[in-house]
């Protein structure tokens, strides 16, 4: 299972950022897709998930800030993270989701927001 992040980076409060998440073919055809994100000291939580019928659902906190998406032409899943907060730094994590739980991990990409 493939699952290659990037995209992270240092940003201004407020700034945005773009994640993407590089998939083995087959996951991305059948399986349910998903960003994490964990700060230090504190246990992996759920950012966003994504369907292969790109039904969406969002963590509470980056709800109309954060957009999940698939792009089909480069079996990637993308995180496009506006309006940054620095409650937003966290490493990120990409994931494959089986019955909506995490199977597999990408290897995580840092995030960090400056006040």
């Known amino acids: 299972v493939q699952l290659q992040a990037c995209g992270g980076g240092l940003v201004q409060a407020g700034g945005c950022l773009r994640l993407?998440?590089?998939?083995?073919?087959?996951?991305?055809?059948?399986?349910?897709l998903g960003w994490y994100r964990q700060a230090p000291g504190n246990q992996r939580d759920l950012v966003a998930t994504?369907?292969?019928?790109?039904?969406?659902n969002y963590a509470d906190s980056v709800k109309g800030r954060f957009t999940i998406s698939r792009d089909n032409a480069k079996n990637t899943v993308d995180l496009q993270m506006n309006l940054l907060k620095p409650e937003d730094t966290a490493v990120y994590y990409c994931?494959?989701?089986?019955?909506?739980?995490?199977?597999?991990w990408g290897q995580g990409t840092q995030v960090t927001v400056s006040s």
């Open positions: 993407s998440c590089v998939v083995s073919r087959i996951v991305f055809r059948f399986d349910v």
């Open positions: 994931a494959r989701l089986i019955r909506g739980s995490p199977t597999s």
């Open positions: 994504i369907t292969t019928d790109d039904t969406t």
